[in-house]
């Protein structure tokens, strides 16, 4: 049993990753539909990229921030204030009519102090756990139920194709920097005399690379992000070519079976072996886009809820693989360099391939759709073939005991 005081610390946790993922929900899932709505089609692929190209750069940096020398809150904090400030200015220039790439070069300041935060956060709270394996699902459940929340919110309000959306995107974030005055205060290693730029850049994280194992889950996700990125931008857009209104609403079916699987991973991960867990993710995926391919209503919904199941086989296994397999010194260093992989690797080749291929399934303003899903589906199912032959068995994990 939870003693009161690990109650009311899963509590501040629960309600900071429920908070953050309702902000992120907000600006992500109809990013899409609101681009339409302005005219912006063309920059779409290049509005989703931005956040592939920040990664490259912000994460590992601030991740090297929060393991050296600033308490994690402080900096997502810092970073909180800066995304709700460069979000409302965003939110302006779509109802202004500003130039479309001055506005993209605006998404991309936003996306530089956006995409670091939710690495932090996890490990945050990740580095306040006694078992990662059977507590983080849970607590983790409460970011789906944010960006559920996020997403029926948006379209309660018919802010689907509005840019009001990113105000109240600014609020979220506001309440996300209060609250970082309420959390767990970490101890950090006192900050180096001197650090080399490769250290203060947190490119020693790459180091973590030689490890076979991690390096072939690294390689997993970043390689099963890249078909992925098709879900959110053109998910509402087969949504609405059949008939559906409040596309962000109905987006929301995949965290429902997100819920359920986060919930039941610590059974998984005790009773099967972590290659199973992640095939199984995989599978989901190849299955969720080949129900999409039928091109009907149900079959798409279907889909849509197949996305959160395969979504934590794989990156929430991945996440708590780290945690079990790195050292607590490099936690926060190890899930930026996953967002760097996923977020920047996966999402800048994912968004603008999905988008080429995309345009390449549409003739006369006719997306063939059958076709576009069907080609991600076995994207994904050449990613699960790599991962079966690379991953090996036999390999001793340092740290934890999730099943290898």
Known sequence: MLTTLRKAEYAELMILFFIQAAAMAIWFV??????????????????YAASALAAFI????????????????????GLAVASAVVMTVVSTALRLHWNAWLILGIIQIFYLVYVPMFGISTALVLA??????????????LATLGWMAGAILISALSLDRSALAGYLGATFWLMVAVFTFYLPKLK??????????????????????????????????TLFSIP????????????HDLGFTHTSAWMSLGQITEIVAMFGLAWLLAKWRLKWVFACGL????????????????FLLFGIALHGASFVLVFITAQIFLDQQIDPAWRS?????LTLMCGGVGNLIGYLGSGGWFDACTRAGHTRWPLFWNGLALTVAAVLGYFLLAYNERQTLKRGNIKN
């Open 228 to 239: 992925l990125c098709a879900f959110y931008p053109y998910a509402p857009t087969h949504l």
């Open 333 to 337: 260093r190890a899930q930026a360099l």
């Open 188 to 221: 950090v290693p006192a900050a180096a005399e001197k650090l080399s730029w490769r250290e203060r850049f947190g490119l020693d994280a790459l180091t973590l690379l030689k490890n076979r194992n991690t390096r072939v889950v690294f390689i997993t996700t």
């Open 30 to 47: 109809p990013l899409g539909t609101i681009l339409d709505a302005h005219g912006l089609h063309a920059i779409k692929p290049f509005a």
């Open 58 to 77: 912000s994460p590992l940096i601030f991740g090297a921030m929060a393991d050296r020398h600033t308490p994690p809150a402080v900096v997502l904090r």
């Open 128 to 141: 306040r756990l006694e078992d990662a394996k059977k507590e983080f699902g849970p607590i983790r459940a």
């Open 283 to 298: 599978a989901f995926g190849v299955v969720r886009f080949a129900l999409s391919a039928v091109d009907t209503p149900n």
